[in-house]
C-alpha cells in the first residue's frame, strides 16, 4: 500500500467520523425539538450526507492502485473526471447501437446536417446543398474529390477569407505527414475536434471498463509526446499536426499521463522521448501506454535500450541528465518533481541487466496494455521483443482529413486483427470496390450495399468541409453488427507497387517479407521499404528490360530466445561493431531469394507477370544497422511530418530516399 493510498484511508475515518458527529448531533437535536424539522437539523442533514459520499469516495480511492506520481489533488481531479465519462458512456453506447441498427438512416441525417451548416458557403451554393435531399442525389450533382479540388478554396481560406468551405472559420488547421506525397493543410472544425477528443475519452472507457477493469483509473499512463513546432497560416491560424494540444489538454495530460507539463512542451523528440521514458520509469504502478504510432512506441524502446544506464541514474540521484539540451526554466521545473530514488533504481538496474525482451512487462509489472495505431507493421516486432505478453490496441480509426471513422471491437486480443465498426453521426462513408480504384470515374456504394469479403477504397464527407473525399485509405469488411459493417484496415493506395498494372499493395507485402523473415536463421525485422527500379539512379540495372522491385531490409540478431550469458556475449560483438555485418548473419543469397518465391505463392497477379517474364526478380538488399534511422531523420528532414504523426516510409518515393540506402547496403540479390 502506497504512503497516497494510507493518506485517502485517513481522510476516510476523518470525514466519517466528522459525519457521524453530525449525525449524532442532529439526532439530539430531533429529539429536543419534539420532531420538528428546523434549518440546523436540514443543514446538518444535508452536510452529513456529503460527508458520507466523500468518505465512500475516499475509501474507494484507497481501494485502488495509485501511480506515485500523483499528487493528491490530481488524484481526486483525475477519479471524478474518469467516472463523470463512465457515466457520459452510457448515452454514447445507447447512440451508438441505435446507429448501427439503422445505418443508412443515420447517414441521411449526417449528410443533410453537413448540408444544412453550409448551404450558404460559396462552396455549398456551387454545389447546391440547399437543394440536396438525399444521399443518392448528393452523389450525382457532387463528384469525387481529392485534395487538389478543394486546394485553391483552403489558401484562400488560410489568408483570412471567410464562408468559402465552411460556415464558420476553423481554429486550426492539420498538416498531414505527407506518407504518401506532399503534406496536406486541411481545415479543422470545433465540431471535429470535440468528436476526436470525446472519441478518445469514449474509447479508453471503454477499453478500461470493459476489456481491463483490473486497471485502475489512478494508474498513469505513459504519453509519447513531442511539441510540434509551432506553425501558423498567413493569417494567423494555427497549423500543424491534428495531434497537437491545446494549453488545456497539456494540463489534463499532465495528470493522466506520468511525464510532467514541461515535458509535453519539448520539441526535440530525443529529448521529449527521453523526458517521457525518465519520469515513466520512476513510477511502478503505471498501467498502460499511449503511443498513437506502433513506429512511435518501437522507437522509444530503442532509446531505452540505448540510454537506460543514464535514465536509472537519474532515478537513482534525482536528477535531469545534464547533456540533455534543456532550457534552464524548464530543468528547474522538471528537477524540482525528481526524488532521489535508489530502490526503484536498483529494481530497474537489475531488469536492463537481463536484457530487454518482454522489457516493458517487467519493469512495469502492472502494465494491462498499450494504445497505438499499428500503420506500418510494427506491432508484431513489438509483440516479439520489448512489449511481449503485452496486448496492443488501437482504440479507434481516425485521419487528419477525417475525425473519428470508428471504434475497435476487438479490445485488446493479443495478436489478433484490430476491427472496426462505423461512427455515423459525423461523416457519410462510400465505397468504391478494389477492381475499380484505379478508373477514371469509379461507381461508389454505400454503407447498406457493401459486402463482406469485399475491399474497398473509402470515400468521406465529413465536418471539416471536405466532401465525397478520397483520403486514400483501403479497408476489407469481415463482419456486420447488427446492420453496420465491421472492417479492417487494409493498406494505403497511394503506397501501391505498381511496375506493370499489378497493383501489389503494402499490406500483401508486409506480410510476404514477415513470413519470410520468420524464416532466416536467428534474426528478427528491424525495418523494410521498397521502391520501384525507376527510382534507382539511371533506371536501375542496365542489363535488365523488365521493371522490378528493390527492396531493402535491415535485420539484427535475435535475442528473445536466448539466455542472458548469449545476449551479453552478442553485446560485445554488435553487428555495428564489425567490419562486416554479414560475418554475424548467417544469411545466404538463398534467403535473400525467398522473397521472390513467396510473392508468386501470395499473388496471382504478380505471379502471372513473373511467369511470362514481364517483371523481374526483385532486389533484395540487406542494408547496414541504422540505416533506417537515417532514411526516418532524412524524411522528417524534407516532409511536413511531425514527430508524434510520424510513419516510417514503406514505400520510397524519390532518387533520393533510394540512393540514401544503395549508400548502405551490405549485401543484394542481383
Not at 476523518?14 to 442532529?26: E, H, Q
Not at 465552411?166 to 498531414?176: A, D, H, N
Not at 504519453?223 to 494549453?247: H, K, Q
Amino acid at each position: 500500500m502506497s504512503k497516497l493510498n494510507i493518506l485517502f484511508m485517513t481522510f476516510s475515518v476523518v470525514t466519517l467520523g466528522i459525519a457521524t458527529y453530525l449525525v449524532s448531533g442532529m439526532i439530539g437535536t430531533i429529539a429536543g425539538s419534539n420532531g420538528k424539522l428546523t434549518v440546523q437539523i436540514v443543514a446538518s442533514g444535508s452536510v452529513s450526507i456529503v460527508l458520507l459520499l466523500i468518505s465512500a469516495m475516499f475509501t474507494h480511492i484507497a481501494s485502488l492502485r495509485i501511480s506515485t506520481t500523483h499528487s493528491v489533488i490530481s488524484t481526486i481531479l483525475v477519479y471524478l473526471v474518469m467516472y463523470a465519462y463512465q457515466l457520459k458512456r452510457i448515452y454514447t453506447d445507447k447512440r451508438l447501437k441505435q446507429s448501427w441498427k439503422n445505418p443508412r438512416k443515420f447517414q441521411e441525417r449526417t449528410l443533410q446536417k453537413l448540408l444544412a451548416e453550409n448551404k450558404d458557403t460559396e462552396y455549398g451554393k456551387r454545389y447546391d446543398f440547399g437543394s440536396t435531399s438525399s444521399m443518392a442525389l448528393f452523389r450525382e450533382k457532387h463528384p469525387l474529390t481529392t485534395y487538389e479540388h478543394y486546394a485553391g478554396d483552403i489558401d484562400r481560406m488560410t489568408k483570412g477569407e471567410c464562408n468559402v468551405i465552411l460556415k464558420r472559420k476553423p481554429p486550426r488547421y492539420g498538416l498531414t505527414s505527407g506518407s504518401t506525397g506532399k503534406g496536406k493543410v486541411i481545415p479543422i472544425s470545433k465540431e471535429s475536434d470535440v468528436t476526436l477528443f470525446e472519441g478518445i475519452m469514449y474509447s479508453m472507457a471503454v477499453l478500461r471498463k470493459d476489456v481491463f477493469p483490473q486497471r485502475s483509473v489512478l494508474q498513469k499512463g505513459l504519453l509519447f509526446y513531442t511539441e510540434p513546432t509551432p506553425r501558423v497560416t498567413p493569417d494567423g491560424t494555427s497549423l500543424g499536426p491534428v495531434s497537437r494540444m491545446d494549453a488545456d489538454k497539456k494540463l489534463f495530460c499532465a495528470m493522466v499521463y506520468s511525464p510532467p507539463l514541461a515535458s509535453l512542451n519539448e520539441t526535440d523528440p530525443v529529448v521529449a522521448t527521453y523526458l517521457d521514458l525518465l519520469f515513466s520509469l520512476k513510477d511502478r504502478n503505471l498501467g498502460y501506454v499511449m503511443g498513437r504510432l506502433t513506429t512511435a512506441v518501437f522507437s522509444a524502446l530503442r532509446h531505452l535500450e540505448k540510454d537506460w544506464r543514464k535514465m536509472v541514474y537519474d532515478i537513482e540521484h534525482g536528477t535531469i541528465n545534464s547533456e540533455l539540451k534543456v532550457s534552464e526554466d524548464a530543468r528547474t521545473a522538471l528537477e524540482a518533481t525528481m526524488v532521489p530514488d535508489k530502490r526503484r533504481a536498483d529494481e530497474l538496474r537489475h531488469e536492463f541487466e537481463k536484457g530487454f525482451c518482454g522489457i516493458m512487462r517487467r519493469v512495469w509489472p502492472y502494465m494491462h496494455y498499450i494504445v497505438a495505431v499499428d500503420a506500418t507493421g510494427y506491432g508484431d516486432i513489438l509483440a516479439e521483443g520489448y512489449a511481449k505478453g503485452i496486448p496492443i490496441y488501437s482504440g479507434f480509426y481516425s485521419s487528419t482529413e477525417l475525425p473519428i471513422i470508428g471504434y475497435e471491437l476487438n479490445q485488446g486480443q493479443l495478436g489478433g486483427s484490430h476491427r472496426y465498426a462505423f461512427l455515423l453521426t459525423s461523416t457519410v462513408y462510400e465505397f468504391i470496390p478494389e477492381e475499380d480504384m484505379f478508373v477514371q470515374e469509379p461507381k461508389t456504394l454505400f454503407i447498406d450495399e457493401i459486402e463482406v469479403g469485399k475491399v474497398y477504397e473509402l470515400v468521406g464527407s465529413c465536418v471539416n468541409g471536405l466532401y465525397r473525399f478520397r483520403f486514400g485509405d483501403v479497408i476489407k469488411v469481415v463482419d456486420f453488427l447488427d446492420n453496420c459493417p465491421v472492417i479492417e484496415f487494409q493498406y494505403r493506395s497511394g503506397l501501391v507497387l505498381n511496375v506493370r498494372a499489378e497493383k501489389m499493395d503494402s499490406a500483401t507485402l508486409h506480410n510476404v517479407i514477415t513470413k519470410v523473415i520468420s524464416h532466416w536463421p536467428k534474426v528478427t525485422l528491424v525495418d523494410y521499404a521498397c521502391a520501384e527500379n525507376c527510382m534507382l539512379d539511371g533506371g536501375g540495372d542496365q542489363n535488365e528490360v523488365n521493371p522490378y522491385y528493390v527492396i531493402f531490409i535491415e535485420v539484427d540478431r535475435d535475442t528473445c530466445d536466448q539466455s542472458i550469458d548469449e545476449v551479453d556475449s552478442a553485446g560485445d560483438q554488435g553487428i555495428d561493431e564489425v567490419d562486416s555485418p554479414r560475418e554475424l548473419l548467417d544469411i545466404s543469397k538463398q534467403h535473400l531469394g525467398m522473397v521472390d518465391e513467396v510473392l508468386c505463392k501470395t499473388s496471382f497477379t504478380y505471379n502471372s507477370f513473373r511467369e511470362k517474364a514481364e517483371i523481374a526478380p526483385p532486389r533484395v538488399y540487406l542494408v547496414k544497422p541504422g540505416s533506417f534511422d537515417k532514411l526516418n531523420e532524412f524524411v522528417m528532414n524534407n516532409t511536413t511530418a511531425s514527430h508524434n504523426q510520424f510513419k516510417n516510409p514503406r514505400k520510397l518515393r524519390s532518387p533520393e530516399m533510394v540512393g540514401l540506402m544503395m549508400r548502405n547496403t551490405i549485401e543484394c540479390l542481383e
